[in-house]
């Protein structure tokens, strides 16, 4: 959809608390040879920052050979790290997918605590700025507030919410939102899931429901389901993007909460492992606070160049 942009600046702000576990060290090994000693100490800077054994590995492994075959000769190991790290980034779609006829139908999934709710809210900003009309479904009815949380959100940004009473079945909810997203011939159907644990089989059974209904209303939808992630919960992202994979056709990822803990290394291994494209990043609690993910821009803010 075009509808976010991308910049250096912001980024490398979410990207700070990375910057002691990976930028700030990799930065003293600028200039150096880059020989065994160098590469494994690169190595456990990867490691430390998320990016997870099986994508270093095969960094670390790419590296020393052409190490080994005398090809990185006075090379700067900063840049020969940024060309690998970008060279496992491309090549994948990280537009939002648009419907021919409206409306667009987004399905927002993620576990509770995640930043989920906050994060459709974002979504929805966004979407208003560049003038679309958007629908909100809250139908994250299980969690207490959630609905109450969204409405919120409605009310703050100028935006139409079709909600249930708490508890009530969220494919209902559903169904009502798109229905009236169809009637009032909106632009784009946001739909806020019920929250819930990757572990818990009948909540995920609730998913694929949701998914279902929103199909029987409007054709070929919903046209992108967006996995919420905490970027600050590491190795554990990874877990719940493969079981939500099992249970639904994630087509993007949204990775909230870059401006905390967060060790941004999690992305390369989420990618490498699932496949699932990361499309969105939130990097602070504003409304306006979503960027897309941009591979370039992204590893220039993780490792900090031109700092």
Known sequence: MGLFRATLNSLRRGLS??????ADPLSTMRGRVIDAETIEELEHLLLSSDVGVTTTDAIIQDIREAANQGELKNRDIIEVLRERLLARLQGKDRS?????????AILVAGVNGVGKTTSVAKIGKALLDDNRSVLL??????RAGAVSQLSTWASRLGIEIVKGEQGSDPAAVTFDAASAAVARNADVLLIDTAGRL???????RQLEKIKAVTTKKIPDAPHEVLLVLDGTQGQNTLVQAKRFAQSIDVTGIFLAKLDGTARGGIVFAIEDETGIPVKLVGIGERPEDVEAFDPETFVDALIDVGQ
Do not use: G
């Open 17 to 22: 608390k990375t910057r002691s576990v990976l």
């Open 137 to 142: 479904a809250a139908a994250d009815t299980f």
């Open 96 to 104: 939002l997918a648009i419907a021919s006829k409206p409306p667009t």
């Open 198 to 204: 990757h572990t818990q089989e009948p909540l995920m």
